[in-house]
């Protein structure tokens, strides 16, 4: 049965269908690669990328064509490139993923969606920094000038830490709930079906995949 004919079945617009399978797609591979490198088995990594019809790359290539384009996110300066490039910002990055135990690799994804590394990005909704905070949230994490990029990293590490936590360490699901809020993942049961934040997921983790096969010490809690 076509996904068309599944979707009118259940009454849910195709579209939103596929970006659901596409997502639960994602997840899946996500849990296989962080099991993998936490076991330090680049075999076992290998594998899991080819478990999906085409590879992981093939699955965040589709789950953004059934995305279609996506809807501008509060960052003022999101990045053009593949993700895979070293940055100023890549020592910070590595120590306040160790600090607080998230992939640096997914943070570094994270800053390039957000910001694309321009430390003075400022969006229209009041965002600002590489990590994008809003005022209330830098405040809550104690950044005090989100502009500063050593505070925004810091800030922006420890709230991606907070949603890891929150959701049992589903990468997909942190990134989100630092996209739409956690309350849009709880009510969801996952990553809710906005466009916008389908499209952020799926961009971060090919952003951080690109990092890692362009650095492969990297891996997840720190480099080795």
């Given at each position: 049965?076509?996904?068309?004919?599944?979707?009118?079945?259940?009454g849910?617009?195709?579209?939103?269908?596929?970006?659901?399978?596409?997502v639960?797609?994602l997840?899946?591979?996500?849990?296989?690669t962080?099991?993998?490198?936490?076991?330090?088995?680049?075999?076992?990594?290998?594998?899991?990328?080819?478990?999906?019809?085409?590879?992981?790359?093939?699955a965040l290539?589709?789950?953004?064509?059934?995305?279609g384009?996506p809807?501008?996110?509060?960052?003022s300066?999101?990045?053009?490139?593949?993700?895979?490039?070293?940055?100023?910002?890549?020592?910070?990055i590595?120590n306040?993923?160790?600090?607080?135990?998230?992939?640096?690799?997914?943070?570094?994804?994270?800053?390039?969606?957000?910001?694309?590394?321009?430390p003075?990005?400022?969006?229209?909704a009041?965002a600002?920094?590489?990590?994008?905070?809003?005022?209330?949230?830098?405040?809550?994490?104690?950044?005090?000038?989100?502009?500063?990029?050593?505070?925004?990293?810091?800030?922006?590490?420890?709230?991606?830490?907070?949603?890891?936590?929150?959701?049992?360490?589903?990468?997909?699901?942190?990134?989100?709930?630092?996209?739409?809020?956690?309350?849009a993942?709880?009510?969801?049961g996952?990553?809710?079906?906005?466009?916008?934040t389908?499209?952020?997921?799926?961009?971060?983790?090919?952003?951080a995949?690109?990092?890692?096969?362009s650095?492969?010490m990297t891996?997840?809690?720190?480099?080795?």
């Open positions: 049965m076509s996904t068309e004919s599944v979707a009118a079945a259940a849910v617009p195709a579209g939103e269908l596929a970006i659901s399978q596409r639960q797609q997840q899946a591979l996500i849990e296989q962080s099991q993998a490198a936490l076991a330090g088995s680049p075999a076992a990594v290998s594998g899991a990328y080819s478990s999906s019809p085409g590879g992981f790359a093939s290539q589709a789950a953004g064509t059934a995305v384009t809807v501008a996110y509060q960052s300066a999101t990045g053009a490139g593949g993700g895979s490039e070293s940055t100023p910002y890549d020592a910070l590595s306040a993923a160790q600090r607080y135990g998230v992939d640096p690799a997914v943070l570094h994804g994270l800053i390039q969606q957000e910001s694309g590394f321009n003075n990005a400022q969006s229209s009041g600002s920094g590489l990590t994008q905070l809003m005022p209330g949230t830098a405040s809550s994490l104690g950044v005090a000038n989100p502009l500063d990029p050593t505070e925004s990293i810091e800030g922006g590490a420890r709230y991606l830490s907070q949603m890891m936590g929150q959701f049992g360490g589903n990468t997909a699901d942190a990134l989100a709930a630092y996209n739409a809020g956690p309350g993942v709880q009510k969801y996952g990553v809710p079906p906005y466009a916008e389908q499209s952020y997921v799926s961009k971060v983790l090919g952003y995949e690109a990092f890692r096969q650095h492969p891996s997840v809690g720190g480099v080795a």
